[in-house]
């Protein structure tokens, strides 16, 4: 397994069209999360599953954001009716089942995101 | 809610110790984490504090102050790839996902 892969790396879009990513997170993870970064901010968090069950959704969270797990293996995120201001890094992270215990913790491992460019 | 502030931007030269300060708000506490981000690339993982206390790891070291809300990454021995931005980042309970902050951008020079 060779780390978290996201597709497609690149992607421009017209405004008010519909784009979809795919993240495939390392296989033994079975917490995959989704990340928004745009220059010289820190990742933004938009979603989170364990599995198949989308856990956590950020309130600022667009309805035009949406994210699935289907089996609990890859992820996508889908955004509808694109806006110039959706423009930015959308980066997918996946972590093993021991995080965040309190305890030994691995960290998330990220993949090289995708860059939306919304014209 | 919860939030995070840390400087947003240091500089050093090679061979300097610098320290990344970092101060949180959180409705719950379960971790400070931190992350390097190279420019283009992803964010990586670079030590976890749940408790009190400084943690090493080679260069690098992190110190938590869950009493002061506060933590700090440590870079000895600066080398020039380090350069890069660094993310202090909370999570507020168990099984939550991190917040990340704005990040600090490190500067090394020759």
Same mark, same amino acid.
């Given at each position: 397994?060779?780390?978290?892969?996201?597709?497609?790396?690149?992607?421009?879009?017209?405004?008010?069209?519909?784009?979809?990513?795919?993240?495939?997170?390392? !296989?033994?993870? =079975?917490?995959?999360?989704?990340?928004?970064?745009?220059?010289?901010?820190?990742?933004?968090?938009?979603?989170?599953?364990? =599995?198949?069950?989308?856990?956590?959704?950020?309130?600022?969270?667009?309805?035009?954001? !949406?994210?699935?797990?289907?089996?609990?293996?890859?992820?996508?995120?889908?955004?509808?009716?694109?806006?110039?201001?959706? !423009?930015?890094?959308?980066?997918?992270?996946?972590?093993?089942? =021991?995080?965040?215990?309190?305890?030994?913790?691995?960290?998330?491992?990220?993949?090289?995101?995708?860059?939306?460019?919304?014209? | 809610?919860?939030?995070?502030?840390?400087?947003? *931007?240091?500089?050093?030269?090679?061979?300097?110790?610098?320290?990344? $300060?970092?101060?949180?708000?959180?409705?719950?506490?379960?971790?400070?984490?931190?992350?390097?981000?190279?420019?283009?690339?992803?964010?990586?993982?670079?030590?976890? $504090?749940?408790?009190?206390?400084? *943690? *090493?790891?080679?260069?690098?070291?992190?110190?938590?102050?869950?009493?002061?809300?506060?933590?700090?990454?440590?870079?000895? *021995?600066?080398?020039?790839?380090?350069?890069?931005?660094?993310?202090?980042?909370?999570?507020?309970?168990?099984?939550?996902?991190?917040?990340?902050?704005?990040?600090?951008?490190?500067?090394?020079?020759?």
């Amino acid at each position: 397994d060779t780390g978290v892969s996201q597709d497609p790396r690149h992607k421009i879009t017209k405004r008010g069209q519909n784009v979809t990513f795919r993240c495939d997170p390392i !296989s033994e993870h =079975n917490r995959l999360y989704w990340y928004r970064q745009t220059l010289g901010q820190g990742p933004e968090f938009l979603t989170y599953f364990q =599995n198949e069950a989308q856990l956590e959704k950020s309130r600022l969270l667009s309805d035009r954001f !949406s994210a699935e797990r289907p089996k609990g293996s890859f992820s996508t995120l889908e955004i509808q009716r694109t806006e110039q201001g959706d !423009s930015a890094m959308y980066l997918c992270a996946s972590s093993p089942p =021991n995080m965040g215990t309190g305890g030994v913790d691995y960290g998330y491992t990220f993949g090289s995101g995708t860059r939306l460019t919304v014209v | 809610g919860q939030s995070l502030e840390q400087p947003s *931007e240091v500089t050093a030269v090679e061979g300097a110790i610098v320290q990344i $300060n970092c101060t949180y708000q959180t409705s719950g506490f379960y971790g400070l984490s931190w992350y390097q981000q190279h420019d283009g690339g992803a964010p990586t993982f670079l030590s976890y $504090n749940a408790l009190d206390g400084l *943690e *090493e790891t080679g260069r690098f070291s992190s110190f938590l102050s869950r009493s002061d809300s506060y933590g700090y990454l440590l870079l000895q *021995e600066l080398q020039m790839k380090d350069s890069a931005s660094y993310f202090c980042a909370v999570s507020g309970q168990a099984g939550t996902a991190l917040i990340f902050g704005k990040g600090t951008t490190l500067s090394v020079s020759s």
